[in-house]
């Protein structure tokens, strides 16, 4: 079992940064991999990063690239994902999910086994 709480939302305006934490916890963190989606009200959950359980490897979605950094911290059981150059389109709930263990990681949010409350961030233009 895996228990996730996202910390880090908030307001920003547009061009501003804002980092999301994750903290995860048992003994068996470093074994998932980690991913982050986020949801606008009247849109469906979309994928928006992830990271390997290994950390060797993160896919990105096409609108956050260049823009967002996932990165993980197992001696932490945590994962993060650092957010620059924030549009007013990135104002969601965004929410952290665990796959695995030992699983690669996904775009698709149904193969994910464990989900965080997730934590709004709001870009004002």
């Known amino acids: 079992q895996v228990q996730l709480v996202e910390s880090g939302g908030g307001l920003v305006q547009a061009g501003g940064s804002l980092r999301l934490s994750c903290a995860a916890s048992?003994?068996?963190?470093?074994?998932?991999?980690m991913g982050w989606f986020r949801q606008a009200p009247g849109k469906e959950r979309e994928f928006v990063a992830a990271i390997s359980w290994s950390a060797g490897s993160t896919d990105y979605a096409a609108s956050v690239k260049g823009r967002f950094t996932c990165s993980r911290d197992n001696a932490k059981n945590t994962v993060y994902l650092q957010m620059s150059s924030l549009k007013p389109e990135d104002t969601a709930v965004y929410y952290c999910a665990a796959r695995g263990p030992y699983s690669g990681s996904s775009y698709y949010p149904h193969q994910y086994h464990y989900w965080g409350q997730g934590t709004q961030v709001t870009v004002s233009s």
């Open positions: 048992g003994r068996t963190f470093s074994s998932y991999a």
